[in-house]
């Protein structure tokens, strides 16, 4: 049973930083991209940031570029998405998410994701 589990969310001042965490099982993670989202209340989930399978790839959406990281340790089956200098309008439930095919090199497309964890809330404020 594929198990992606968010942690790391809180409450920081604009400025601030923290580092989320997604814990997966139940598939070979070493063969799945992965990705982050976020989604903000009365708004669309979006697409936030990807990795390719080795962690040798990665992409961001540009109001996040240079500000955020996102990571992989693929011993630990986990991925983490480091994020700094954050903005009240990075407010937002953080999912992350597994593409549906193994060494999808499609990575950057919102549509090749099928699983997402249940989310961690990240609260900005100014």
């Known amino acids: 049973q594929v198990q992606l589990v968010e942690s790391g969310g809180g409450s920081v001042q604009a400025g601030g930083s923290l580092r989320l965490s997604c814990a997966t099982s139940g598939f070979t993670f070493s063969m799945f991209a992965m990705g982050w989202f976020r989604q903000a209340p009365g708004k669309e989930r979006e697409f936030v940031a990807a990795?390719?399978?080795?962690?040798?790839?990665?992409t961001y959406i540009d109001s996040v570029k240079g500000r955020f990281t996102i990571s992989r340790d693929n011993a630990k089956n986990t991925v983490y998405l480091q994020m700094s200098d954050l903005k009240p309008e990075d407010t937002a439930n953080y999912y992350c998410?597994?593409?549906?095919?193994?060494?999808?090199?499609?990575?950057?497309?919102?549509?090749?994701?099928?699983?997402w964890g249940q989310g961690t809330q990240v609260t900005v404020s100014s």
């Open positions: 998410a597994k593409t549906s095919r193994i060494y999808d090199s499609q990575y950057y497309r919102p549509e090749a994701y099928d699983r």
């Open positions: 990795s390719s399978w080795s962690g040798s790839r990665t």
